[in-house]
């Protein structure tokens, strides 16, 4: 079956520096994507979404890219901050059955002091 | 209330036992989801209930049975599972109904079966 997967499984950033994570996508029907960051011992946390009618979609601190072409979204998060450690999960859906979404596989960003 | 509240968050069990998950949410949403999560890998929907009606189930072995009571409450009963069954139980709702998409996770449920 198609999956959304992720470029790097771990990402160190400096305190203070911007971090960019990588995912890939592979099933073109799909038109809704989500990031989300899970923090240890705790459930998944919605930062943010973007339709597929979009190219670039930003929050608080956060910037969501996606590139239809090549089936590539990013997240970047500007000067990041030790609460910004966690394992973050790209997903997609369709947004018409948005009940049914698959999870990437996940990149753990660590920060450095 | 912004809350997704799961019961109990720690159970461990033997493969002859019945136990049951809690899932519980006050934020008036219609749909919600039973996820399980292995370690180091993401989370993986096992059903979906909307409107109290069970409209997905992700190919689910039957020793896992949900049940969603009321709108605000859902439940995974567990019956003679395996230890590879063990692993973090997330619930989530949403407002469902074509409305807002995002869902909200709850803690988890850490299960371990022996």
């Known amino acids: 079956g198609e999956s959304v997967g992720l470029h790097l499984p771990t990402l160190s950033v400096q305190e203070g520096d911007n971090s960019i994570i990588n995912c890939a996508y592979s099933n073109s029907a799909s038109d809704y994507f989500i990031w989300y960051k899970q923090e240890s011992g705790k459930g998944p946390q919605f930062i943010i979404d973007i339709r597929s009618n979009m190219d670039k979609r930003q929050g608080q601190r956060v910037t969501v890219l996606l590139n239809k072409t090549v089936k590539h979204l990013s997240l970047q998060i500007a000067a990041t901050q030790p609460g910004d450690s966690a394992v973050y999960f790209c997903a997609e859906t369709l947004y018409s059955s948005a009940s049914k979404i698959i999870f990437g596989s996940g990149t753990r960003l660590s920060i450095r002091p | 209330d912004t809350e997704v509240t799961q019961t109990p968050k720690h159970l461990v069990m033997g493969m002859t036992n019945k136990k049951s998950l809690k899932c519980e949410q006050h934020m008036g949403h219609r749909a919600m989801y039973w996820y399980k999560q292995k370690a180091k890998k993401p989370p993986e929907l096992m059903f979906v209930y909307s409107y109290e009606k069970l409209s997905i189930n992700e190919s689910v072995p039957s020793r896992f049975s949900p049940e969603c009571p009321n709108s605000s409450l859902l439940n995974l009963h567990l019956h003679a599972l395996q230890p590879e069954d063990s692993a973090l139980y997330l619930c989530?709702?949403?407002?469902?109904?074509?409305?807002?998409?995002?869902?909200?996770f709850g803690p988890g449920t850490r299960l371990t079966v022996l």
């Open positions: 989530a709702s949403s407002q469902g109904g074509g409305g807002v998409l995002e869902q909200f």
